[in-house]
């Protein structure tokens, strides 16, 4: 199913080699590469002085030894990460993600996609991500306050607001960014508000930025589904995840007039034909912390709980994948096209694989890449940046209404690209092309560095 130019070929086969063993960052270079293509028949300068092999090695890879103490006295050693992959159009900017599947090729992976999802904002900021193979679940607070400080004593050294602002991703929320500011503080002897984005209000961080990836999806695909003259009201939604992208996404479809009837987590999924109750899975996820199956068990008669299995088998009209990379595969989209699928909005990084991707294109279902629909998050973490910066705090609605227009003008900016390269309503290749030529056209400017 890839179609790489003839041109970009042997660049591709020197990546795939140099970077061994890293699938998830292959899968991420064939789909850019594939879209790239046709940016060479057009504008075969983009092919000169190297320039695609520099846009897809990064600036630089960090590697760590996390030493931390557990609850019991014991000495637990975990791996750091941060890899700064792009700063042609500001200081890297991208999350950490604590998690035991956590690796380089991953981090990369996610370092790469972000820097064109960046750049599709249009806002000043270039391409990292970070993390770490910790897994928070099960742990108390002491324990991750300990792991987390013991992070930032080495990543401190990496980061700065004019260097690289990391923010959060899976298994790092407010708790996480509040334990690694105030030992950043401590460490560097400085308020540097804006080194960290997705901080609690109460020390610099912006409003909307806890909604901003799911609601920025939202607004993305309510905004696909209208070139199509339609929108999510009345229509049934199928939401995967259950942590911050996924309940904010629900906040946002429910007030677009969708019905959302199916969440998850990694242990299995909820169904509620009669719609999730929404203040319930915050409840059970933000404060109790606990597994989705409770869901089922606190609301009783009306929904039930699958372990395991695939939430993709549930009947719906919009499908917003909101967990991780590679979580909807070729069967579930069949699955999701037999039973009427009409619009598809990544609100994870690339959870869907290219063989589900493949099939919902030609089956003509409307198709949200992640580094585009769930591009609100970073965004409004940029807009936090700006808050800072000027010592300024905005409300609520101002920054929504920022989101918002991000937002549109990144669907806009898609689909007139898909349409300038003749292939329309192709949100893949608009997003890929538009991220690529505003990386590219920064850095021939900026010479060979």
């Not at 292959?26 to 320039?51: C, D, F, M, T, W």
């Not at 946002?252 to 987590?265: E, M, N, R, T």
């Not at 300024?392 to 898609?414: G, P, Q, V, Y």
């Amino acid at each position: 199913m890839s179609h790489i130019d003839e041109k970009l070929q042997p660049i591709l086969s020197t990546l795939l080699h140099r970077n061994a063993g890293e699938k998830e960052f292959h899968q991420a270079l064939n789909e850019v590469l594939e879209s790239v293509g046709r940016v060479i028949s057009k504008h075969p300068e983009y092919a000169e002085e190297a320039l695609i092999e520099r846009i897809c090695e990064p600036e630089r890879q960090i590697i760590f030894r996390v030493p931390w103490i557990d609850d019991n006295n014991e000495v637990q050693i975990n791996r750091g990460f941060r890899v700064q992959f792009n700063s042609a159009l500001g200081p890297y900017k991208g999350g950490l993600r604590f998690h035991p599947s956590v690796n380089v090729g991953i981090i990369k992976f996610l370092g790469f996609e972000q820097t064109f999802k960046n750049a599709l904002t249009g806002l000043p900021i270039g391409g990292g991500k970070g993390g770490s193979d910790f897994n928070p679940r099960g742990r108390s607070n002491r324990e991750i306050m300990r792991f987390c400080q013991s992070f930032m004593m080495e990543l401190h050294r990496h980061i700065g607001e004019y260097i690289d602002v990391p923010a959060g991703d899976i298994g790092v929320g407010g708790r996480e960014i509040g334990y690694m500011f105030g030992i950043y503080k401590r460490l560097t002897n400085r308020y540097e508000a804006g080194v960290l984005t997705g901080k609690g209000l109460s020390y610099g961080g912006s409003r909307a930025r806890t909604e901003a990836t799911g609601y920025g999806n939202a607004y993305f695909v309510q905004r696909m589904l209208g070139t199509k003259g339609t929108s999510f009201d009345g229509k049934r939604c199928v939401i995967s995840g259950s942590g911050n992208v996924a309940i904010y996404a629900m906040e946002k479809v429910l007030s677009f007039g969708g019905k959302v009837v199916a969440c998850s987590d990694s242990d299995g999924y909820v169904v509620d034909d009669a719609g999730i109750d929404l203040e319930l899975v915050k409840q059970i996820k933000e404060v109790q912390r606990e597994r989705i199956s409770e869901y089922a068990r606190l609301k009783g008669s009306g929904c039930h709980y699958i372990k395991g299995g695939s939430i993709w088998d549930v009947p719906c009209d919009v499908a917003l994948p909101s967990a991780t990379q590679n979580e909807l595969n070729g069967g579930d989209a069949k699955s999701l096209v037999e039973n009427g699928v009409i619009a598809i909005g990544e609100g994870a990084n690339m959870p869907c694989t290219p063989e589900a991707v493949h099939i919902f294109q030609e089956a003509g279902v409307l198709f949200a890449p992640g580094k585009a629909a769930n591009a609100g998050g970073v965004a409004t973490s940029a807009l936090e940046m700006q808050q800072n910066a000027s010592r300024d705090s905005w409300t609520f609605e101002k920054t929504e209404e920022r989101l918002a227009e991000i937002m549109h003008n990144i669907h806009d900016a898609c689909a007139e690209t898909a349409e300038e390269y003749g292939a329309p309503g192709n949100y893949v290749l608009g997003a890929n092309i538009t991220g690529f030529v505003r990386v590219a056209e920064a850095m021939r400017a900026l010479g060979i560095v």
